[in-house]
């Protein structure tokens, strides 16, 4: 056994010596001082579940895309607000309304935002989309990767 080994089988042993000795203890306390420790371990218990169950993880993808659907109700209509999140430029972008209507960008740069409008978007044909079309989904492509949001019934 080396002398780091030796090392740490030892503080593996201080340590299961430490939980051990900290267990008995609890088995010797009174009734009282056991109804803390689990009223307390019960409160940390939901404490972290709240935390990793209801704090949102917010739009964490390969590109640092953040994607809003908005709209103007006077100059153009709808449009997705796209943010990029990330340090480095999107080049060559590519962005796919429902998987039919394509719109190309060159270039987003690194923490900005750029709107799209929909009237914008086209399809295989040249046309736009109609518009009360409902936005389902917004795919994002550029050469730091892609990236695609799925929307609800948006306004």
């Known amino acids: 056994m080396t002398h780091s080994q030796g090392k740490l089988a030892s503080f593996f042993s201080a340590l299961r010596e430490f939980f051990a000795n900290l267990w008995q203890d609890f088995r010797e306390s009174n009734r009282y001082f056991k109804y ?10 939901v404490a972290l579940l709240t935390l990793a169950v209801f704090i949102p993880g917010g739009e964490l993808n390969e590109i640092d895309a953040e ?4 709209k103007a109700e006077y100059i153009g209509g709808r449009y997705f607000l796209v943010h990029n999140q990330s340090s480095r430029d999107w080049k060559n972008v590519l962005l796919t309304l429902n998987g039919m209507y394509q719109l190309r960008w060159p270039l987003v740069p690194a923490q900005k935002s750029v709107s799209f409008h929909l ?5 295989g044909s040249g046309r736009p989309p109609p518009a009360e079309l409902p936005v389902q989904r917004l795919r994002i492509e550029c050469d730091r990767g892609a990236f695609e949001r799925v929307f609800g019934q948006g306004p």
């Open 36 to 45: 803390k420790v689990f009223i307390i371990a019960g409160y940390l218990a």
């Open 67 to 70: 994607v809003r659907l908005a």
């Open 119 to 123: 009237n914008r978007f086209q399809d």
